[in-house]
């Protein structure tokens, strides 16, 4: 255990503990705070092959927004409830692999601020710019003392590269990827995100996103989600989910599929039904009351399963033949781009 107090390290390194040699565990970097050493981790489950579909969960990104973390932990103590008895999800990970980085910005839950203990907001450390994206929320490169700090041109923060680090080494290689990043704090309903942040040129996999979409509302009409890309709402600089998609792209990775989702939780509602959350540093990005925040931690757990059920089916969605990843282009340009 750590030797400073931070509630969801100590989770997550008890849960580490729990999965034993049922999941690979390794501290993927070390973050230097005040003396102390902030440990990020990655917890790998399932299969070893490098092509194998992937699903991958990111937490704690903002600070602030810890409850992202907190979700992700509640569903690896599912999980690890699960592999003591439900052969049928053992199956699974036989053939997926599930990656969890819980903790993005340790330093940033532990002192309670959006930014990492630098001052930098880390998603708008990338070196992506928006055209025409001038407003302070943006991304701005005056100083860490007010928010939405980029850092440096040179050099993006650690915390950044190591989430970069995971994405290459873990998602890249499968034929077929899905990054899930957590986050708190706009509006009042539940958003799915995809790229791009930085520009409103549909991304590379429009068609399965839209086909991947269908197939939500489908089998779950009345979910909660709003899908949309992140452009819809706003145009941000520096976004590390635009970053690691263009280098994906870059990559020319044939017959892969990679789609880096956020689901961004939609926190007015927390402060809608109760106002006191304004008095509070955090109430504008996690629940207070403790049965809010249990509703909160099982609210997405049906997302979830239907990724990795995606995942291993994919022929519904991911195996479009050209004259439907035409229609489905055309149909994903009038619902979100028109």
């Not at 990111?58 to 927004?65: K, N, Y």
């Not at 053992?90 to 839950?109: C, M």
């Amino acid at each position: 255990m750590a030797d400073f107090v931070l509630p969801e390290l100590d989770r997550l390194e008890r849960l580490i503990e729990q999965l034993g040699d049922r999941a690979q565990c390794e501290i993927v970097e070390y973050i230097p705070y005040e003396g102390h050493q902030f440990p990020i981790h990655c917890i790998t489950l399932g299969s070893n092959r490098p092509e194998a579909p992937t699903l991958a969960f990111f937490g704690g990104v903002h600070g602030l927004e810890k409850i992202g973390s907190e979700v992700i932990l509640s569903f690896i103590q599912t999980i690890t409830g699960l592999l003591d008895w439900d052969e049928e999800f053992a199956a699974r990970l036989q053939k997926s692999r599930l990656v969890f980085v819980p903790l993005v910005n340790p330093v940033g839950v532990y002192v309670g601020t959006r930014a990492n203990g630098n001052g930098v907001d880390l998603m708008r450390n990338a070196p992506v710019e928006a055209e025409g994206a001038t407003r302070l929320y943006c991304g701005q490169r005056i100083s860490p003392r007010l928010p939405w700090y980029r850092g440096s041109e040179l050099e993006m923060e650690k915390e950044a590269l190591a989430l970069c680090r995971v994405v290459e080494k873990h998602l890249f290689g499968s034929k077929l990827s899905i990054a899930l990043d957590l986050h708190s704090g706009f509006g009042i309903r539940d958003r799915l995100w995809f790229p791009y942040a930085s520009r409103k040129t549909p991304f590379g996999h429009l068609a399965e996103m839209l086909a991947l979409k269908e197939n939500f509302d489908r089998c779950y009409p009345y979910h909660i989600y709003k899908i949309e890309p992140t452009c819809t709402e706003y145009l941000i600089n520096g976004d590390l989910w635009d970053y690691l998609f263009d280098r994906f792209v870059g990559q020319a990775q044939e017959a892969r599929l990679f789609l880096p989702l956020t689901l961004e939780m939609g926190s007015w509602l927390w402060l809608r039904k109760n106002p006191l959350h304004l008095f509070s540093r955090h109430g504008l990005f996690h629940p207070i009351l403790p049965h809010r925040q249990q509703r909160i931690y099982r609210r997405h757990f049906l997302l979830f399963d239907f990724l990795h059920r995606s995942l291993l089916y994919p022929a519904a969605w991911a195996t479009l033949g050209e004259r439907q990843k035409h229609q489905y282009t055309r149909k994903a340009m009038e619902l979100w781009y028109a």
